[in-house]
Protein backbone atom coordinates (compact mmCIF):
# COMPACT_ATOMS: atom_id res chain seq x y z
CA UNK A 1 0.00 0.00 0.00
CA UNK A 2 1.49 3.21 -0.43
CA UNK A 3 1.58 6.20 1.49
CA UNK A 4 -0.81 8.25 -0.28
CA UNK A 5 -3.37 5.15 -0.35
CA UNK A 6 -2.25 5.04 3.60
CA UNK A 7 -3.05 8.45 4.21
CA UNK A 8 -5.78 9.49 2.30
CA UNK A 9 -7.70 6.26 1.05
CA UNK A 10 -10.61 5.17 2.64
CA UNK A 11 -9.17 1.29 3.54
CA UNK A 12 -8.83 0.50 7.42
CA UNK A 13 -4.92 -0.85 7.50
CA UNK A 14 -3.84 -0.47 11.19
CA UNK A 15 -0.18 -0.80 11.76
CA UNK A 16 -0.24 -3.29 15.21
CA UNK A 17 3.28 -3.79 14.81
CA UNK A 18 4.21 -0.10 15.64
CA UNK A 19 5.17 -0.85 19.19
CA UNK A 20 7.39 -3.59 17.75
CA UNK A 21 9.22 -1.11 15.54
CA UNK A 22 9.55 1.38 18.41
CA UNK A 23 11.03 -1.31 20.54
CA UNK A 24 13.52 -2.13 17.73
CA UNK A 25 14.93 1.43 17.05
CA UNK A 26 16.83 0.80 19.99
CA UNK A 27 15.77 4.23 21.61
CA UNK A 28 14.30 4.61 25.00
CA UNK A 29 11.13 6.42 24.22
CA UNK A 30 7.37 7.17 25.71
CA UNK A 31 3.86 8.63 23.97
CA UNK A 32 3.51 12.01 23.74
CA UNK A 33 0.32 13.13 23.24
CA UNK A 34 0.31 16.92 21.47
CA UNK A 35 -3.29 18.66 22.40
CA UNK A 36 -4.75 22.04 21.60
CA UNK A 37 -5.12 23.81 24.28
CA UNK A 38 -8.15 25.96 23.45
CA UNK A 39 -9.93 23.41 21.20
CA UNK A 40 -8.99 20.11 23.13
CA UNK A 41 -8.60 18.66 19.80
CA UNK A 42 -5.46 15.83 20.31
CA UNK A 43 -3.64 16.37 17.23
CA UNK A 44 -0.73 14.29 16.81
CA UNK A 45 1.05 11.12 19.05
CA UNK A 46 4.37 11.16 18.96
CA UNK A 47 7.32 9.56 21.11
CA UNK A 48 9.64 11.39 23.49
CA UNK A 49 13.31 10.27 24.76
CA UNK A 50 15.33 12.22 27.36
CA UNK A 51 16.91 14.59 25.21
CA UNK A 52 13.47 15.34 23.49
CA UNK A 53 11.58 15.83 26.59
CA UNK A 54 14.85 18.26 27.80
CA UNK A 55 14.18 20.29 23.91
CA UNK A 56 10.68 20.54 24.38
CA UNK A 57 11.58 21.92 27.49
CA UNK A 58 14.08 24.56 26.24
CA UNK A 59 12.66 25.90 23.04
CA UNK A 60 9.01 25.79 24.71
CA UNK A 61 8.33 23.93 21.47
CA UNK A 62 6.20 20.33 21.05
CA UNK A 63 9.27 17.95 20.28
CA UNK A 64 9.59 14.11 19.43
CA UNK A 65 12.21 11.74 18.75
CA UNK A 66 11.43 9.90 15.52
CA UNK A 67 11.47 6.22 15.78
CA UNK A 68 11.74 5.48 12.16
CA UNK A 69 14.60 8.36 11.12
CA UNK A 70 16.37 7.61 15.01
CA UNK A 71 16.69 11.69 15.57
CA UNK A 72 15.04 14.87 17.14
CA UNK A 73 12.01 16.06 15.51
CA UNK A 74 11.32 19.62 16.41
CA UNK A 75 7.49 19.76 15.06
CA UNK A 76 7.41 22.89 12.33
CA UNK A 77 11.50 22.58 12.00
CA UNK A 78 10.58 22.09 8.10
CA UNK A 79 7.18 22.72 7.69
CA UNK A 80 6.65 26.20 10.04
CA UNK A 81 4.03 24.31 11.81
CA UNK A 82 5.11 24.68 15.46
CA UNK A 83 3.60 23.66 18.23
CA UNK A 84 3.91 25.89 21.46
CA UNK A 85 3.90 24.51 24.61
CA UNK A 86 1.56 25.59 27.66
CA UNK A 87 2.09 22.79 29.59
CA UNK A 88 3.94 19.47 29.77
CA UNK A 89 1.72 16.77 32.17
CA UNK A 90 2.47 13.16 32.56
CA UNK A 91 0.57 10.68 33.16
CA UNK A 92 -0.30 8.55 36.68
CA UNK A 93 2.49 5.73 35.95
CA UNK A 94 4.70 8.33 34.57
CA UNK A 95 4.95 6.69 31.03
CA UNK A 96 3.18 8.76 28.42
CA UNK A 97 3.14 12.82 27.91
CA UNK A 98 0.88 15.16 27.33
CA UNK A 99 2.02 18.34 25.39
CA UNK A 100 -0.92 21.23 26.11
CA UNK A 101 0.40 23.36 23.35
CA UNK A 102 -1.34 26.09 20.66
CA UNK A 103 -1.02 25.84 16.98
CA UNK A 104 1.59 28.48 15.73
CA UNK A 105 1.48 27.59 11.93
CA UNK A 106 -1.18 26.33 9.64
CA UNK A 107 -1.71 22.74 10.94
CA UNK A 108 -0.17 19.90 13.07
CA UNK A 109 -0.48 17.04 10.24
CA UNK A 110 2.09 16.58 7.61
CA UNK A 111 -1.16 15.29 5.12
CA UNK A 112 -3.11 18.27 3.62
CA UNK A 113 -6.76 18.75 3.90
CA UNK A 114 -8.99 19.56 0.12
CA UNK A 115 -8.18 23.31 0.34
CA UNK A 116 -4.45 21.86 0.13
CA UNK A 117 -3.27 23.24 3.70
CA UNK A 118 -2.03 21.60 6.53
CA UNK A 119 -4.76 19.55 8.33
CA UNK A 120 -5.50 20.64 11.90
CA UNK A 121 -4.28 17.82 13.62
CA UNK A 122 -3.74 13.94 12.36
CA UNK A 123 -6.99 12.22 13.12
CA UNK A 124 -8.94 13.27 10.10
CA UNK A 125 -10.96 10.04 9.76
CA UNK A 126 -13.23 7.63 11.54
CA UNK A 127 -13.89 4.39 10.94
CA UNK A 128 -17.62 3.87 9.91
CA UNK A 129 -19.88 0.94 10.54
CA UNK A 130 -18.76 -1.52 7.68
CA UNK A 131 -15.22 -0.48 8.90
CA UNK A 132 -14.05 1.67 6.62
CA UNK A 133 -12.53 5.21 6.86
CA UNK A 134 -14.33 8.19 6.20
CA UNK A 135 -12.98 11.98 6.48
CA UNK A 136 -14.07 14.26 9.36
CA UNK A 137 -12.77 17.55 8.12
Not at 75 to 103: A, H
Not at 116 to 127: D, E, H, L, P, W
Amino acid sequence: MSNKELEEGSALNLDFTKLKKIAECGSDVIPAIAQNSETGEVLILGYVNQLALDTARETGMATFWSTSRNELWIKGKTSGDFLKIQSIKVNCEQNSLLYSVLPQGKGACHTQGADGKARSGCYYRAINASGDLEPVD
